[in-house]
């Protein structure tokens, strides 16, 4: 059985930023695309990023493509998400994802972290 675990939300400033990591346990992790999901207030579950077992290729939303960073450590079984120029729009549960590949659903999910950004 996989298991995810969020750490590293927080309250934040606009224009600061955070760093998300997500702990896998179970299974073979550098097999896993992983992804960030997040869900504000009011809103359903939406998906932030995503990135191959090998993390040789990534993806973003447009909300924040050139803000955020996606990326893993095999070796430590942990994917982060490097977040910069925070806005308080960025305000939300985080959550982690696992997907036994690129392509594939999302099965596999954290209890999520919250990010607050104030203005």
């Known amino acids: 059985q996989v298991q995810l675990v969020e750490s590293g939300g927080g309250l934040v400033q606009a224009g600061g930023s955070l760093r998300l990591s997500c702990i896998v346990s179970g299974g073979t992790f550098s097999s896993y695309t992983m992804a960030w999901f997040r869900q504000a207030p009011g809103e359903e579950r939406k998906f932030v990023a995503r990135i191959k077992g090998s993390g040789g290729s990534t993806y973003y939303v447009d909300d924040v493509e050139g803000r955020f960073t996606i990326s893993r450590d095999n070796a430590k ?8 120029s925070l806005t308080p729009e960025d305000t939300a ?16 999910w954290g209890q999520g972290t919250q990010v607050t950004v104030s203005s």
């Open 77 to 84: 079984n942990t994917m982060y998400l490097q977040m910069n």
């Open 93 to 108: 549960v985080y959550y982690c994802a696992a997907a036994m590949g690129w392509g594939q659903p999302f099965t596999s």
